[in-house]
């Protein structure tokens, strides 16, 4: 099969999911939310227009699938005020620009130089061996927190904000500003995770992949459970994800990691919906409690990422965006991120 | 950060691998999947590999295959069924 039989296959493919959705939309009749959550999928939803050839009565909204985005104000504040006490620290790249309520970890690193930027934290491994009291910000979903307890198993500690899909997904449902229709899982936490979780949310379910022909057949999927009245979870996904997910991953982080409470940006706090590093030793939190306990609760600013998150309202509904809010004078972690709703927005156009 | 993309391993030493993304040769920690083999197909996030993907899997992701939806019955659109054909 060569590749221009590809491009034509998947062509095909798109077209006919475009079909079914066409028919289940009028046979569905009244107007239908799907939510997706995972940054990846917003990006390939906005670059391709996706949301633009949908029926008139589907309507698919960004919820909270930015991990940087997603965490609150004040844990922001906290790894910045530790970063400006000079601590070296090391943390993945879209964090750096955040903007804290004072500064951002880009700032601090143009006047302390101790600010890391990683892509992998296997790089960690090797600061450590330059920075022995290195912290690591441990920012992500599932996917990501495996790769913060392989340091946490390489003694070395962690200020940790990561935070599980599951219970966003639960508090959404019970949401009563946004009424949502069914969910499109996010690909990759599903990998570690597994798509059986996801069977006691009570909402039709599609985990999808990361190309606009599996947006489209996870969005047609859902139509046809949503048509049916079926809380079903449908794995569209499956060359990445089974049922029982990575269990490798999963012990380890039951190895280094408890469930807590967790503060979400636009959810506020979430019961067990975060990661807290078990060994005291290691927890950042604990180590620095002084410098953390000093950072005052952040003040309301013009910033409307929350409710973007929530899906309640649009970027383009913010009044910060695009007058006072762009990539280069982000005022919010939504326009920082690479995966935040208005970043992409800004980016496509809208 | 959802990003994961596909990977062929050519060589491993202990827990990292050499693996080849169509071309583009990096070292990758492989210590969160069960036994990998040089020749495996991997899905691999900041850089490491979080799942094997079967040969026919990978190539499925790598390019679309035409996937006949009018052969799938109501029963399989059960949750571990939805395959492509």
Redesign the interface.
């Given at each position: 099969m060569n590749k221009q039989d590809d491009i034509m296959d998947e062509k095909m493919l798109i077209a006919e999911h475009l079909k079914d959705i066409g028919d289940l939309a009028e046979k569905i009749g009244r107007n239908i939310t799907i939510m997706e959550i995972c940054g990846g999928h917003t990006r390939v939803i906005m670059e391709y227009g996706i949301r633009e050839i949908l029926p008139k009565n589907i309507r698919l909204i960004s919820g909270p699938g930015c991990p940087v985005c997603v965490s609150s104000q004040h844990d922001i504040d906290c790894m910045i005020e530790l970063a400006s006490k000079g601590i070296p620290v090391a943390t993945y790249g879209d964090m750096m620009r955040v903007p804290g309520s004072r500064y951002s970890l880009s700032d601090i690193n143009s006047r302390f130089g101790n600010v890391h930027e990683i892509y992998s934290t296997t790089e960690v491994l090797k600061l450590k061996r330059q920075f022995d009291n290195i912290v690591f910000f441990g920012v992500g979903f599932e996917t990501t927190a495996p790769m913060t307890a392989f340091l946490l198993e390489n003694g070395i500690a962690v200020y940790s904000v990561h935070k599980l899909v599951p219970p966003a997904l639960i508090a959404l449902t019970a949401a009563d500003d946004v009424h949502i229709d069914g969910f499109i899982d996010p690909g990759h936490v599903s990998t570690i995770i597994g798509s059986k979780v996801y069977k006691e949310i009570r909402i039709p379910q599609a985990i999808a992949g990361f190309n606009p022909e599996r947006i489209l057949r996870a969005i047609r999927v859902l139509l046809e459970l949503i048509l049916e009245n079926k809380d079903k979870v449908i794995n569209a996904y499956p060359e990445a994800v089974n049922e029982e997910g990575n269990r490798t991953a999963q012990k380890l982080l039951d190895k280094h990691f408890h469930v807590a409470d967790s503060e979400w940006r636009g959810l506020g706090i979430l019961p067990m919906s975060g990661l807290e590093v078990n060994d005291d030793r290691l927890n950042a939190k604990i180590l620095y409690k002084d410098i953390v306990d000093s950072v005052p609760i952040p003040k309301k600013s013009g910033c409307r990422c929350g409710d973007v998150l929530k899906g309640t309202i649009e970027p383009i509904e913010c009044p910060l965006y695009r007058k006072v809010c762009t990539p280069e004078n982000p005022q919010g972690a939504c326009m920082v991120s690479e995966e935040g709703s208005c970043a992409i927005s800004y980016h496509y156009g809208k | 950060?959802?990003?994961?993309i596909p990977a062929k391993i050519l060589k491993i030493e202990d827990d990292t691998a050499e693996v080849d993304y169509g071309g583009v040769f990096k070292k990758?920690?492989v210590?969160?999947?069960?036994e990998p083999r040089a020749g495996d197909y991997v899905?691999i996030?900041?850089?490491?590999a979080?799942?094997k993907?079967?040969r026919k899997?990978?190539q499925?992701?790598l390019?679309?295959?035409?996937?006949d939806?009018s052969q799938f019955s109501e029963e399989d659109?059960?949750?571990?069924n939805?395959?492509?054909s």
């Open positions: - | 950060m959802c990003y994961a990758v920690n210590s969160l999947i069960d899905l996030h900041a850089g490491f979080i799942e993907l079967d899997s990978a499925e992701s390019e679309i295959i035409r996937n939806l659109f059960e949750l571990e939805y395959r492509d």
